[in-house]
């Protein structure tokens, strides 16, 4: 062995000892002695690099594979310092040599796959984890990669099956936990997905992340209060944490804690000032509280930080009303072209669709916007598990049952307060206008879209039921129950708002409870709002909704869910007592504004304010899909507007049973 072999042998093992500046001594006296000495290259390169400096490392394996490019570890080597690097595409290449040289090398395989799929080239990714997948089949970590993959191309179900695997390998593996969790919520499945959450959190108790993560899921599963208290502990454990505050704003946020809300998500930017979705949360809560000009100047801070956020174009969008010479159109059409190559995730290519629909509705271009819309909802209904036909048997369901607790149970009951005023009906059918008119009555609160009514039904029927099973559960419950239920309901909506005289909550699918309500809170009000068919649902579909509303992404469902909705509202109709229920055309406010507003406050008992007709000038939260709409005066641009589009409205107006005949 010559002097430069056993110097080399030398400094192999003290790398192996782990003595790395001794090991990088003694490599240099090699290449001194031998320029060109690959392993010495290769491995110096290597030492650099674990001891934080990898741009060295890089130069030093390049020289290494360019003396001898059958290297195949030295490949690999290079792959992970130029991965370090933020150089994907230098170290995709790099994998590739590697593999080129050994087929049959999962590692190689999984890092490959691991840096398309931050390039955004999920389905090559996926194709490098499939195939280190056949080499070594009961690699947890190759599984977890590949569900990561699947999950960032939208193949949620597969996704499931391989988180599975991995802790059917792996039982202790936390990230399959979270992202599991993630991928049943996104289906649809929260009680799943809450469970995973758990699971994840009992692994990991202290780490601020699993509780965020739990706080995402209570979310999604109308459970704010209890996502406010994931949040909180997330915050106490992680007080820096950007995400800890954004969930924590999140929460406050649908609790109706607008001040609160606002302040937390101010604090996750000032955290961490360099991400756009932090801006983005910003803005929206600066718009829901009328804060117009601060909430764009905070979209135009997200869009410098990213301009590809489709997040924040979507409420930029939001924010505008798009004119043909508009350039971000432009903008706007060129990043939806680039989706593909730019690994755009479903939901990024949904915000962009609805975005360009919504900018193209501006214009007046009917076949362009309808283009995007329908592309927008088919991708959007194509993630959802939903059948519009669970929706009518429900609500068959729940009208029977209620009879049946109704005949059983007739008498006193229910709680006896009257502070309760709820405003129902279909989405985009004017009960935000109706909201907005009334909580500018100085005796009225008005809450927005409250979960309260759903949670607490799910604490006495059971949350994780199918839906008829649920319904059904209805006829079980005693006058005792209704009345502790109502008592509930009353207790939680007073803590709102102490001194009010009545409180809004204008959950708008609190239609299907019109009739619960009454055994519940016999005094309370219910307001019907009503909206032509078509128009309403012509507005639902140009919609990307922030949860739920699964009918509103096909036309087809959208008309037959409507026609259930009327069938179920004209049962309430001849139950409920004519003090207690009202209904309200949103063409009639249109039309005669004080009229009606009148109409209204004399039906919640009250006496008439002024304040009423200036509904636009309330500063109150909004947090609707109509929240610029609230901030104007009324305009009936709004009232049959489905005509400019009946041309794309055929499967609507089939279900619906055909136009209206003029």
Known sequence: MNRAEALFAQAFARHQAGDLSEAERLYRQVLAMASDHPDSLHLLGLVRMQSGAPEEGVRLMRRAVAIKPEFALAHYNLGNALRRLGDGEAAVEAYRGAIHLRPNSPGALVNLGVTLRGLGRHEEALQAYERALSLQPNDPQAHYNRGVALQGIGRLEEAVDAYRRVLGLKADHADAWSNLAAALLALGRGPEAL??????????????????????????????GEAADASRRAVALAPDDSKAHAHLGGALRELGQSAEALAAYERAVQLNPDVADGWVNLAISLQEAGRGEEAKAAIDRALRINPASAAAWSVRGDLKTFTPDDAELDTLSDLLAAADTAGASPEERLDLEFTLGKAFI??????????????????????????????IREFTAI??????????????????????????????????????????????????????????????????????????????????DFTAMGAAYVREIAALAPQAARITDKMPSNFRWAGLIGLMMPNARIIHCRRDPIDTCLSCY???????????????????????????????????????????????????????ARRLVAFCGLNWDEACLSFHQTRRPVRTASVNQVRKPLYRTSVARWKQYEAHLGPLLDALGGPPVT
Request: a negative charge; glycine letters at 8%.
């Open 195 to 224: 469970e995973s959450c758990r699971r994840r959190l009992a692994l990991e108790p202290r780490v601020a992340e699993a509780h965020i993560a739990l706080a995402a899921t209570w979310l999604e599963l109308g459970r704010p």
């Open 362 to 391: 501006d214009i007046g271009d009917a076949n362009r916007a309808f283009a995007h819309l329908n592309a927008g909802n088919r991708l959007k209904r194509g993630a959802l598990q939903y059948d519009v036909d669970d929706d």
């Open 542 to 596: 140009t919609r990307k909704f922030s949860r739920g509303q699964p009918f509103a992404y096909d036309l087809r469902d959208l008309g037959l869910y409507y026609r259930a909705y009327e069938g179920l509202m004209a049962r309430w109709r001849t139950v409920l007592p004519a003090d207690r229920f009202i209904e309200v055309q949103y063409e009639a406010v249109v039309d005669d504004l004080e009229g009606e």
């Open 399 to 480: 009208a029977q049952a209620l009879d049946s607790a109704r005949a059983a149970r007739p008498g006193d009951g229910g709680d006896p307060s009257d502070r309760p005023l709820f405003i129902v009906g279909m989405p985009r059918s004017g009960t935000t206008l109706v909201e907005q008119i009334l909580a500018s009555h100085p005796k009225v609160h008005g809450a927005g879209e409250l979960p309260n009514l759903e949670r607490i039904l799910n604490d006495y029927v059971g949350p994780s039921l199918p839906l008829i099973a649920r319904a059904e559960r209805l006829a079980t419950l005693t006058t005792a």
